[in-house]
């Protein structure tokens, strides 16, 4: 395999919502969050031994699940040189050789522009953002200014199947976790980039026409085929929860 394994790790309502409403980023709280009852840790387990299988070297997100699209776009500074070398990936030798752990941020149009750098997350963790052509030139040299790497990939969106080989080829990142949301989902699942899938299913039904759900994509096309699921394990958590772990089978489409 010329890219990392890649496991998605998500909790859904019954429905497959991600979340109770739209435009809810990781740092938003609902209401409904306090009336829900705590999951258990039925999952750990499953999740320890994917971790010693394929030890990840890496979480990967998509920028809404940082960034709102209502949220106001920080200005930066205008780029007066030549935007041309910005568009080379940017990987500076000090963070390559500080970092075991990194938190990679697809972010093709530019949008998480706070400097946030991971850091503090834990020893040997940082950002990575995945962007393409079409990202400002001030928002690269902000990420330059501040030592953040970053891999171009793509004209108008990223181009995960190649930003993933570079991660593999470049940076010796051989496991993902795949953390969503539902855009990022939906584009590795019509990308064949998905692996294995472990869902925490909530006991709860949220419904609304609007409302993230695990995978939002492209309808499938009258000749495509969604991928098959191999159920590997079934378990039973407290409050209702059920955590569901499967394997991706090989596209029922491919010969």
């Not at 780029?79 to 963070?95: A, I, K």
């Not at 570079?166 to 949301?181: D, F, H, N, Y």
């Not at 495509?224 to 407290?238: A, H, M, N, Q, Y």
Request: glycine content about 12%.
């Amino acid at each position: 395999m010329d890219r990392p394994y890649v496991i998605m790790m998500i909790g859904a309502s019954i429905d497959g919502r991600i979340t109770y409403g739209p435009g809810l980023t990781m740092f938003h709280r609902h209401p409904a969050d306090d009336a829900r009852p705590d999951g258990g840790k039925a999952g750990e387990a499953i999740v320890a031994a994917i971790e010693a299988a394929w030890p990840p070297q890496g979480d990967i997100y998509g920028s809404a699940t940082l960034v709102s699209e209502s949220d106001p776009l920080r200005e930066l500074p205008a780029w007066e040189g030549d935007p041309r070398p910005l568009y080379e990936d940017f990987l500076p030798d000090e963070v390559l050789q500080a970092t075991t752990d990194w938190a990679v941020l697809v972010d093709g149009r530019g949008r998480f522009r706070n400097g946030y750098k991971c850091t503090h997350d834990g020893p040997g963790r940082h950002i990575l953002h995945l962007t393409s052509r079409s990202a400002a030139p001030e928002y690269l040299a902000f990420l330059r200014r501040e030592r953040i790497p970053y891999l171009v990939d793509g004209q108008e969106h990223v181009d995960l199947p190649a930003a993933l080989r570079k991660l593999r080829g470049t940076l010796g990142v051989e496991c993902l976790k795949l953390m969503g949301g539902g855009t990022l989902n939906g584009v590795m699942l019509r990308a064949g980039l998905i692996d294995e899938i472990l869902l925490d299913l909530w006991p709860t039904l949220i419904g609304g026409r609007s409302t993230p759900t695990v995978a939002d994509c492209a309808d499938l096309g009258p000749e495509e085929f969604p991928p098959l699921l191999e159920l590997l394990s079934v378990t039973p958590g407290e409050n209702g929860h059920l955590l569901l772990h499967y394997r991706v089978k090989k596209d029922p489409s491919v010969g």
